[in-house]
């Protein structure tokens, strides 16, 4: 089981993230502790130099699995479900943005909330038919590239469209695209789907990507998951890529990441197959 965490290139508002701040040391530090990669959530890839990025992480021996775009939604408000048409081409465009340095990586582009969520005035119809024609054309654009997407299901305290892994695979239907799959996290399916192992074994070869937390979103082992029986479901799916950590700096970065290496190295039966 191949383990990384993510990591800001920049600073960020969003809570769940363990590692902010100084690069080049939260790298050092990541792979001291004995991750594999960095997930990295970059805001605006014309402001991180991509090169230094790769050179940082390669350095240590990391890879990128995944490239997180939320931050253009916390931070700038862009979304591909906005009412304005100029904030949903700047959704698009900048989701598209990252398509080079994914490439370069074989990193996974995750849309999470840069969905954005229902707003007044719009219908969950009209919301939904904008979220598949931006995915189709983003996917559209990376699939030259071999780059892949994945969408988050995440829970309906932070969006309003696509909550759950089942309305997750409704939606890879509707795209219709073989570079377009689902992000896990066990964080919101722990809020939202009734067995996360049965959602686990639906999504099967359609899992892109895998973030962990626990259910109180600190890190795995903090809360009620089983995660064990999680990781078993995972590793029947065939699924050879990444578990992200994702979680909240409690009772502080360094602890919360090494308590989840811990944790998850003790569960995982099956490196080396
Ligand atoms: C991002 O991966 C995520 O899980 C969301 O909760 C972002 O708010
Ligand atoms: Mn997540």
Redesign the pocket.
């Known amino acids: 089981m191949k383990l990384s965490i993510?990591l800001s290139t920049q600073p960020a508002q969003?809570e769940?993230v363990a590692f902010k701040g100084d690069f080049q040391a939260n790298v050092a530090k990541i792979a001291g502790m004995g991750y594999d990669g960095v997930e990295l959530a970059i805001r605006d890839p014309s402001l991180v130099n991509g090169d230094e990025l790769l050179r940082s992480v390669a350095a240590h021996g990391l890879e990128i699995p995944a490239l997180?775009t939320?931050q253009a939604w916390?931070e700038e408000g862009l979304s591909f479900t906005d009412p304005d048409p100029a904030v949903r081409a700047a959704a698009i465009e900048r989701t598209q943005s990252h398509i080079p340095f994914a490439s370069r990586t074989g990193a996974v582009i995750?849309i999470?909330?840069l969905r954005g969520i229902v707003r007044a005035g719009v219908s969950q119809d009209q919301a939904m038919g904008w979220l598949v024609e931006a995915l189709q054309e983003c996917c559209a654009a990376a699939g030259p590239h071999g780059v892949r997407i994945a969408l988050?299901p995440?829970?309906r305290y932070?969006t309003t469209l696509v909550n759950n892994v089942k309305q997750g695979m409704e939606l890879l239907e509707r795209i219709g695209a073989e570079n377009m799959g689902l992000?896990l996290?066990t964080?919101?399916m722990n809020i939202e789907d009734a067995v996360i192992e049965d959602s686990v074994r639906a999504c099967g070869d359609r899992i892109f990507h895998f973030?962990v937390a626990d259910s109180n979103r600190w890190y795995p082992g903090a809360g009620h998951i089983d995660f064990g029986s999680v990781l078993e479901a995972l590793h029947a799916t065939g699924y050879q890529g990444f578990v992200s950590g994702?979680f909240m700096p409690r009772p502080d970065a360094d602890a919360a990441a090494e308590r989840s290496i811990a944790h998850l190295r003790r569960l995982d039966r099956w490196s080396g197959t």
């Open positions: 993510v969003f769940a997180g939320g916390g995750i999470g909330l988050e995440i829970n932070e992000l996290d964080f919101h973030h994702e």
